[in-house]
């Protein structure tokens, strides 16, 4: 019986006859070498309530402050989030519904939206307020370096910076991207150099200790041709940043930046799948770190879809949240800060708190849909008969209440499992165009570690794709399958 692996994450192509795999709320993990199998699919995190909105709009930004605060900004209103995840308001702002940028001192938070105003909490008196310097120009990002807020100026090439250890800023404080034309789009702190992102090409500058104007000046031969086509898909990760791209040759590249360079981390699979939305410049991009892998997530609202890289393997899935009609779209997840222990999230839509939540299989009790492909089954081109399926699957892990066993009392064998997690099997025998009816088998009821899920007589094709998916909320991992196939005679 030939082992069917999961060697990679999501690899749905242009062309299905290359791959036709979807990898759904599932992400791939490298395992040891003397494991079974060479890669786990684990179950991406669930979402735990923390608090619930107390406004039906989208968590615009949330940021873990250098005085051990969670701050977050709520429509228009900005909150002082406590370790209980009390919601205390401290503050207003313009209703929008794009993302915002916080960065402190130490001593005082600054806040900008985009436009060409701004605000600052001061810590230790507790005051928010606008800022009125009249050499303040706003900005899309906030950044600090060495003392310096850095701000870009809106729709400009230019930024600007405060005066040293001061939230005071002068108009000799400015500068501009200078390396081409194109207009400055996002600005980012890395190993204490700043980083400028423009819609077409991009620059790094490095604090070269200018005591009369802007302190910092380009590095000499650095010089990237890539620029940004969404600028909330900018997020950092250590030395590390990731965009969605454009140049002067194309866009919708996924890009990670690091040592002064930049190189293409998307696939031709998640190429062909961005240049068919309408939308990508409303693209938003974090990232989080959870056990050993680290997760960059870019969401595209216009296309109501998001995926997710993993910088641990390097590989792409999908993530998806099923409303209530169970349409698949986006994840609920807007932002993200590490705070009090936690992943913490917020909701683009209806202003709910969670936690990412590994120990949770649920979307704050809604289900989530978990859904892998496999690779084409081929053998030799061959036309073959599938005698059997047999899923790899970590069985036995069930909530209470979903797959239950209960004891009869002097009896010598267990009642049938009531309400069993099920998962489903369907298949394609047209490379992955059009699938079968799904057919459905047991996940196991608690205790039921040893349980193989396996489909018996699934008839004759020289290609086939298979798909499991499930959506019950057993703590479930994927190894891969077994499939015996038999070559018929011609």
């Not at 999908?318 to 779209?329: F, H, L």
């Not at 036995?396 to 998962?423: D, I, K």
Request: glycine share 10%.
């Amino acid at each position: 019986m030939a082992l069917l692996p999961l060697l990679g994450g999501f690899y749905t192509a242009r062309g299905l006859i290359a791959g036709a795999q979807r990898c759904v709320n599932l992400y791939p993990e490298i395992n040891p070498k003397d494991s079974p199998t060479p890669v786990t699919c684990q179950l991406t995190p669930g979402l735990t309530l923390l608090q619930s909105g107390p406004l039906q709009l989208p968590w615009r930004g949330l940021y873990f402050a250098n005085n051990g605060q969670l701050f977050g900004v709520l429509g228009g209103i900005v909150y002082l989030i406590g370790n209980n995840f009390a919601l205390t308001p401290i503050g207003a702002i313009p209703t929008r519904f794009t993302p915002v940028s916080m960065v402190d001192n130490g001593s005082v938070l600054v806040l900008v939206d985009g436009s060409s105003s701004g605000w600052s909490y001061t810590f230790n008196t507790a005051t928010f307020t606008q800022i009125t310097d009249p050499n303040f120009q706003g900005g899309d990002f906030v950044t600090y370096i060495d003392g310096f807020f850095i701000l870009n100026v809106p729709g400009s090439q230019a930024f600007y910076t405060s005066l040293a250890n001061s939230l005071t800023f002068s108009g000799l404080y400015t500068a501009a991207k200078s390396g081409s034309a194109d207009n400055l789009v996002a600005i980012a702190a890395v190993h204490r150099e700043l980083w400028l992102i423009g819609a077409r090409t991009s620059e790094v500058w490095s604090d070269a200790g200018n005591p009369t104007g802007v302190s910092f000046s380009p590095i000499p031969g650095v010089f990237l041709q890539h620029g940004c086509a969404a600028k909330y898909s900018v997020a950092q990760y250590n030395l590390q940043l990731f965009w969605l791209s454009q140049d002067n040759n194309g866009q919708a590249l996924v890009l990670e930046g690091s040592n002064y360079a930049a190189k293409d981390i998307s696939t031709p699979a998640l190429s062909e799948a961005i240049r068919k939305y309408e939308v990508i410049s409303d693209a938003i991009g974090f990232i989080y770190q959870q056990d050993n892998h680290v997760f960059y997530v870019l969401s595209f609202p216009s296309a109501n879809k998001t995926w997710s890289y993993d910088l641990t393997t390097q590989l792409w899935h999908e993530r998806v949240y099923i409303d209530s009609n169970g349409n698949e779209g986006r994840i609920r997840a807007n932002c993200t800060a590490f705070a009090y222990g936690q992943n913490v999230v917020g909701d683009w839509q209806n202003g709910n708190l969670y936690s990412f939540d590994l120990d949770n299989a649920t979307d704050n009790g809604n289900p989530v849909i978990r859904r892998r492909g496999f690779p084409h089954a081929v053998k030799d081109g061959k036309l073959v008969f599938h005698n059997q399926f047999i899923a790899r699957f970590q069985t036995g892990n069930v909530p209470e209440g979903v797959g239950s066993v209960t004891q009869q009392p002097n009896a010598a064998a267990q009642s049938a499992p009531q309400n069993e997690p099920e998962v489903f099997l369907r298949w394609s025998d047209d490379r992955g165009n059009s699938w079968g009816i799904p057919v459905e088998q047991s996940l196991g009821a608690t205790g039921q570690y040893n349980l193989r899920p396996s489909w018996r007589d699934l008839g004759q094709t020289d290609d086939r794709v298979y798909e499991l998916f499930w959506s019950d909320p057993a703590m479930t991992a994927l190894d891969g399958a077994w499939v015996d196939s038999v070559p018929l005679a011609v």
